[in-house]
């Protein structure tokens, strides 16, 4: 069975940073991209950034290009995000999903975790 | 503004058939990138229903079914139950901000 867990939100002043978890079970995690989406209290969901399997190869939404980067550990099965210089708009809850498809245009988020909420305020 | 335009909601009678829709451009469905949907009930994690268009993964009933068209996709649900009732999101890729998009979402309401 495919599971994600997700860890790491909190409540941080803007300004601050925080680094979000997400450990992978039940799939060979190295095979496959994974993204980070978030959505924001009452919102919609909104797709943050995504790292390809090998760990090589990342992208980012213009929101957040240049505050967040995308890492992963595929020996502990460990997808992170390290947020920096975190906004009132960043406040969300993130999750992780797993992405599958034959080609980055047709990638799906086939599996997701169930969620940490990050709240940016002072 | 969420680059794929879904209506804010949509209701139907239980035993209905009700589809929602989901616009974009030249630069996602458009451009012929798969068209995915999600159901989402408050408080949880949205679920993959639709994939690929018009594929359901293992589980899904086969009382939701997808199709796309040009720059459009919709989603249709037959013998609406009330457990439907949720919100219902698009997804595909935009070549132009080359990411993930999603539509802003449709909230179901089974009346």
């Known amino acids: 069975e495919v599971q994600l867990l997700e860890s790491g939100g909190g409540l941080v002043q803007p300004g601050g940073s925080l680094r979000l978890s997400c450990v992978a079970s039940?799939?060979?995690?190295?095979?496959?991209?994974t993204s980070w989406v978030r959505q924001a209290p009452g919102k919609g969901l909104e797709w943050v950034s995504m790292i390809f399997g090998g760990g090589v190869g990342t992208y980012y939404a213009d929101s957040v290009k240049g505050r967040f980067t995308i890492s992963r550990d595929n020996s502990r099965n460990t997808l992170y995000l390290q947020m920096n210089s975190l906004r009132a708009e960043d406040s969300a809850v993130y999750y992780c999903?797993?992405?599958?498809?034959?080609?980055?245009?047709?990638?799906?988020?086939?599996?997701w975790g169930q969620g940490t909420l990050v709240t940016v305020s002072s | 503004q969420s680059v794929l335009t879904q209506p804010p909601s949509v209701s139907g009678a239980p035993g209905q058939r009700i589809t929602f829709s989901c616009t974009g451009s030249?630069?996602?469905?458009?451009?012929?990138?798969?068209v995915h949907w999600y159901k989402q009930v408050p408080g949880t994690a949205p679920k993959l229903l639709i994939y690929g268009n018009n594929n359901r993964p293992s589980g899904v009933p086969d009382r939701f079914s997808g199709s796309k068209s040009g720059t459009s996709a919709s989603l249709a649900i037959t013998g609406l139950q009330a457990e439907d009732e949720a919100d219902y999101y698009c997804q595909s890729y935009d070549d132009r901000l080359s990411g993930w998009v999603f539509g802003g979402g449709t909230k179901l309401t089974v009346l």
């Open positions: 030249s630069s996602n469905i458009g451009t012929g990138h798969d």
């Open positions: 039940g799939f060979t995690f190295s095979n496959f991209a």
């Open positions: 999903a797993k992405q599958d498809g034959q080609l980055i245009g047709n990638y799906c988020f086939d599996y």
